[in-house]
């Protein structure tokens, strides 16, 4: 139901030429925007995580010139690196005109959409905990580091794990 929603308010918001282009083309140009609508989502999701890295290096130099910098400062950022670039690269789903899995339909862009869109409560999840430990870098508080260090990392792991599974709301198993 949420597609047929996010769809609707897609073509409310079109002009006439797409209104036009949606009838001769058989829907062509709400699946454009809704594209477009997803890959500017997935362009804030990758910038939050740029900013993410910097802010992580910062954290990850002073725990090292503090001495209290461990192995999971260094993989947090490698995960932070993967999963941005999995964000940036992600299928945003076009498919050839002789592609054997099938074209891609308004709802399961809308579906990406919105399933992308859901995404987004992880990602500020993800910047609070790194934010919080950052206060606790700056204040010289290292009682709960590494703690926190592992609660950045599995954050981050379980949203990659997430963005995994995106591909298959394009094309759910069905026979």
Not at 66 to 85: C, H, L, M, N, P
Not at 137 to 163: G, M, P, R
């Given at each position: 139901?949420?597609?047929?929603?996010?769809?609707?308010?897609?073509?409310?918001?079109?002009?006439?030429?797409?209104?036009?282009?949606?009838?001769?083309?058989?829907?062509?140009?709400?699946?454009?925007?809704?594209?477009?609508?997803?890959?500017?989502?997935?362009d804030l999701y990758?910038?939050?995580?740029?900013?993410?890295?910097?802010?992580?290096?910062?954290?990850?130099?002073?725990?090292?010139?503090?001495?209290?910098?461990?192995?999971?400062?260094?993989?947090?950022?490698?995960?932070?690196?993967?999963?941005?670039?999995?964000?940036?690269?992600?299928?945003?789903?076009?498919?050839?005109?002789?592609?054997?899995?099938?074209?891609?339909?308004?709802?399961?862009?809308?579906?990406?959409?919105?399933?992308?869109?859901?995404?987004?409560?992880?990602?500020?999840?993800?910047?609070?905990?790194?934010?919080?430990?950052?206060?606790?870098?700056?204040a010289e508080n290292?009682?709960?580091?590494?703690?926190?260090?592992?609660?950045?990392?599995?954050?981050?792991?379980?949203?990659?794990?997430?963005?995994?599974?995106?591909?298959?709301?394009?094309?759910?198993?069905?026979?």
């Amino acid at each position: 139901m949420a597609e047929k929603e996010t769809v609707e308010k897609v073509k409310d918001r079109q002009g006439m030429l797409a209104k036009i282009q949606n009838v001769l083309g058989s829907g062509y140009a709400t699946r454009e925007d809704l594209r477009e609508l997803d890959r500017k989502l997935r362009d804030l999701y990758y910038a939050d995580f740029k900013k993410l890295r910097r802010r992580w290096e910062e954290i990850y130099l002073v725990a090292l010139n503090a001495g209290k910098a461990t192995d999971d400062f260094k993989k947090v950022i490698q995960i932070i690196d993967r999963a941005a670039e999995k964000v940036n690269r992600a299928d945003y789903g076009y498919a050839g005109l002789m592609d054997r899995k099938g074209s891609i339909k308004e709802t399961e862009l809308a579906r990406i959409f919105n399933y992308d869109k859901a995404l987004s409560g992880e990602i500020e999840a993800i910047i609070n905990a790194v934010n919080d430990l950052y206060t606790d870098i700056q204040a010289e508080n290292w009682t709960e580091t590494a703690t926190k260090t592992k609660n950045v990392k599995s954050l981050i792991l379980s949203f990659e794990s997430k963005w995994d599974e995106r591909e298959k709301q394009f094309r759910p198993l069905e026979v």
